[in-house]
Nanobody
Framework: QVQLVESGGGLVQAGGSLRLSCAASGRTFSKNPMGWFRQAPGKEREFVAAISWSGGSTGYADSVKGRFTISRDNAKNMVYLQQINLKPEDTAVYYC???????????????????WGQGTQVTVSS
């Protein structure tokens, strides 16, 4: 059974940092793009960041560019999201996602990702 399990969320003050982790099991995603999405209360889930299978290409939502960094460790089947200078508007449940394809046409689209984790809560207080 394929599973993506996120961890590392929590409560942090504005300006603080967190590092989210996503552990994949049941299959390897070393040849697949992966991404992070988030859903704030009352809002739709939105794209945050994505990374190619090699890690050589990354993409970010404008709202997090310069503050969040996505990375991966294919040997460990892990993907990470380093968050710095967190803002109250970053408060959301963060989801890890993985594609079953070797590449995607639009890494911002949720439809490109077939595997999803259950999410980890990030709360940023002002």
């Amino acid at each position: 059974q394929v599973q993506l399990v996120e961890s590392g969320g929590g409560l942090v003050q504005a300006g603080g940092s967190l590092r989210l982790s996503c552990a994949a099991s049941g299959r390897t995603f070393s040849k697949n793009p992966m991404g992070w999405f988030r859903q704030a209360p009352g809002k739709e889930r939105e794209f945050v960041a994505a990374i190619s299978w090699s890690g050589g290409s990354t993409g970010y939502a404008d709202s997090v560019k310069g503050r969040f960094t996505i990375s991966r460790d294919n040997a460990k089947n892990m993907v990470y999201l380093q968050q710095i200078n967190l803002k109250p508007e970053d408060t959301a449940v963060y989801y890890c996602a993985a594609s079953s394809s070797y590449s995607v046409n639009d890494f911002r689209s949720q439809n490109e990702y077939q595997y999803w984790g259950q999410g980890t809560q990030v709360t940023v207080s002002s």
